[in-house]
């Protein structure tokens, strides 16, 4: 049931773009979409022999981006697992969320639900 392409779905959902966020949303929607701007910006300098604007793409440049992605993984897990909650409570089974998930079987499905609600409760609690 998934779509490799993705576009069927972001189809889907840009007809939901008039709703408003929800207060469970843990991060604006624009912040992960601005980071994912920036670290696409850096790439691309990288891949023209560093030339952004008026400067090449330094190592600290390279660094900064780095320290993006740990903040956007939780972003991203929040937003799964959120999303999860909302199917189950709506009476989707495991299995297919799993498959909308492209995993094969509803014990992945539900083995990578209690991983993030794991690593999600670690990060709130500061052991990670």
Partial sequence: MSDDSGIEPRMRLAALADLPLGD???VPAG?????AALLGRLLAGAAQGG???DRGV?????AAALTLFEGMRTALDRLETQVVIE???RGMEWRRIASHQGMRSSQAASQRY????TRLEEIR???R
């Fill in 114 to 117: 209690q991983r993030l609600v």
């Fill in 87 to 89: 199917a189950r409570r």
């Fill in 125 to 127: 609690q500061g052991i």
């Fill in 51 to 53: 030339d952004v604007g």
């Fill in 58 to 62: 330094s190592d600290g440049d390279v």
């Fill in 24 to 26: 469970g949303v843990p």
């Fill in 31 to 35: 912040v992960l979409q601005q980071d």
